[in-house]
């Protein structure tokens, strides 16, 4: 060979290996320019693996998403598959995504049968061959782009693992920021739904008290979520009847909620038929105790007031004793036994009555009052709330300042920090 | 919900330790008491020596381990609940339910051992 001939031929190796080079540039660019106008994952994973086949020569590619999961390391996302030939879907074994999970390099096989680091992989027979490259981002692992079978019958090489890197490389970053992206836009949803359950949440609670004969009322619900598992309610059985409800389910937040609007649906649908608390409250737990699992309950008291002979009638299912304040500034607690609803399918729950004088002013509480807590987790505790009560003075026959009495202590006692538990009281006093 | 498990004159004592508060841990309590089941260990005493707070949640807990337990022909009884959890159990009527003793040793006589 002449020297000329070598020249030529030298000149001819580097003109193809820049014109590859320019190719590979080019699909880059173009890998870029579709990839980074876009916030949709599936677009941006569906870009990158047909440009993947495409620049390799593949037969199909697919983008296997790996998710932190501390009970299932391995478990997959999303997984996006493109082919460009009619061969029935191929796809990572899970040997392969542990061994990537490991390395976390490219890996090339060009005969998976007879490749020493997976002997004992049972591989999809229609796998000739293929590549991986790990989709990284600040580190971690989050992906794998995979290319199956190079088009012709040929085998991957080294400058195709190459060019796949860098095409795994440049992406990883774009489809984290997609997942992110939609992790973040999913979060916004729930928010939105949170937020309409809470508006339907507080509309079932009542307005505005009702117009007592000789009587005022008020009550109070505020919530250590945005939905809450407490409940209290005014319904009117009669001409002279009113039925007063406070009611507290286990646990917060949305399982709470629903069960709440059931045992307030439930409550509404027994007054209109059953005549007393206790006959109300039983037939409320027997359907209680169907729709929940052993560990929700809810508390509850039910006072009747009888405007008419100024008695109250009262019963409960394992709830907080309500206080029941007289003009001279005595206190004491309504005491009726019973189980909170939805603990055993048949209960029994029994009625006791008190004459309401005037002056006298009954309080219902949830336990999220007595179980605020301060500074050095003590709870305000039944005792302050009792001192409270007292020293409220006349007060006390306006039911929305004793509520703001007592829920303003609350707060000061617990130096204002975040609810922790819902907090629910109901005021019934008879005019002095 | 941390607590400890040990075994004293074929009862299974389980003392946790702070607050009872449900959430996420009473998945982790079911499957504990689904495994003494499975062991034929129902003699259960919750030893509550421990524990300075429990709230609705926290009952539920011990309700639901109530529940599974006697419908598998075992128990959960309790044993050293403080002043505010006696009242607590007392105002729910739940002290009619489960089986209280002042302290472990007559917890563990009440399952006619010791």
């Known amino acids: ?432 | 919900m941390k607590y400890t498990i040990s075994e004293k004159y074929n009862c299974v004592i389980i003392a946790p330790k702070g607050k009872i508060l449900g959430g996420p841990d009473a998945e982790i309590f079911r499957n504990d008491l689904q495994k003494l089941i499975d062991e034929d260990k129902k003699n259960v005493i919750f030893d509550l020596a421990k524990v300075h707070f429990m709230n609705s949640s926290g009952i539920g807990i011990l309700i639901g381990g109530f529940k599974t337990m006697r419908a598998n022909g075992g128990d959960i009884k309790l044993c050293n609940a403080d002043k505010r959890i006696t009242s607590l159990l007392m105002v729910s009527h739940l002290n009619t339910v489960f089986d209280t003793h002042p302290d472990l040793d007559s917890a563990i006589k009440a399952y006619g051992n010791g």
């Open chain 1, 1 to 432: 060979m002449n020297d000329f001939e070598l020249k030529y031929r030298q000149y001819e190796a580097e003109n193809r290996r820049l014109k590859k080079a320019v190719g590979e540039l080019s699909i880059l660019n173009d890998l870029a320019i579709a990839i980074s106008g876009s916030l949709d994952s599936e677009k941006i994973v569906r870009a990158i693996i047909s440009r993947s086949i495409r620049a390799i020569g593949a037969e199909q590619g697919d983008i296997t998403m790996v998710v932190e999961d501390k009970q299932n390391p391995t478990r997959t996302l999303v997984r996006s598959m493109i082919s460009s030939s009619n061969h029935s879907p191929l796809h990572l074994n899970q040997n392969l995504l542990g061994w990537m999970q490991i390395n976390k390099k490219p890996l090339l096989i060009n005969d998976p049968g007879t490749d020493e680091r997976f002997r004992n992989v049972k591989w999809d027979e229609s796998v000739r061959s293929l590549l991986c490259a790990p989709l990284m981002a600040k580190s971690k692992l989050t992906g794998i782009l995979t290319v199956y079978n190079k088009k012709g019958d040929g085998l991957f090489d080294e400058s195709d693992q190459r060019l796949l890197s860098i095409i795994a490389a440049q992406s990883a970053q774009v489809v984290e920021n997609a997942r992110l992206y939609q992790e973040e836009q999913a979060y916004q949803e729930s928010l939105r739904e949170m937020k309409m359950a809470s508006g339907i949440q507080k509309k079932m609670l009542p307005s505005s008290p009702p117009e007592i004969g000789g009587y005022a009322i008020d009550g109070r619900n505020l919530t250590a979520q945005s939905v809450g598992g407490d409940y209290y309610d005014y319904i009117q059985m009669d001409d002279s009847k009113w039925l007063v409800c406070l009611a507290d389910i286990s646990g917060k937040g949305m399982s709470a909620a629903l069960l709440m609007s059931n045992l307030q649906a439930i409550l509404r649908g027994h007054v209109l038929h059953l005549n007393s608390p206790s006959e109300i409250l039983k037939h409320a737990n027997i359907q209680l105790y169907r729709s929940t699992h052993a560990e929700k309950f809810a508390t509850v008291f039910l006072g009747m007031v009888n405007t008419k002979t100024n008695t109250l009638q009262f019963s409960s299912a394992g709830h907080e004793y309500p206080f029941l304040m007289s003009l001279d500034g005595r206190s004491r607690r309504l005491i009726a036994n019973g189980l909170p609803l939805g603990i055993f399918d048949m209960c029994e729950y029994e009625d006791a009555t008190i004459e309401l004088k005037p002056g006298d002013s009954l309080f219902v509480y949830s336990d999220g009052i007595t179980e605020s807590m301060n500074q050095a987790e003590v709870e305000f505790g039944e005792e302050r709330l009792a001192e409270e009560l007292v020293s409220a003075g006349a007060d006390r026959c306006e039911p929305a300042k004793l509520i703001d009495i007592i829920f303003n202590a609350c707060f000061a006692y617990s130096d204002n920090q975040q609810l922790f538990d819902d907090m629910t009281a109901l005021v019934l006093s008879r005019n002095p």
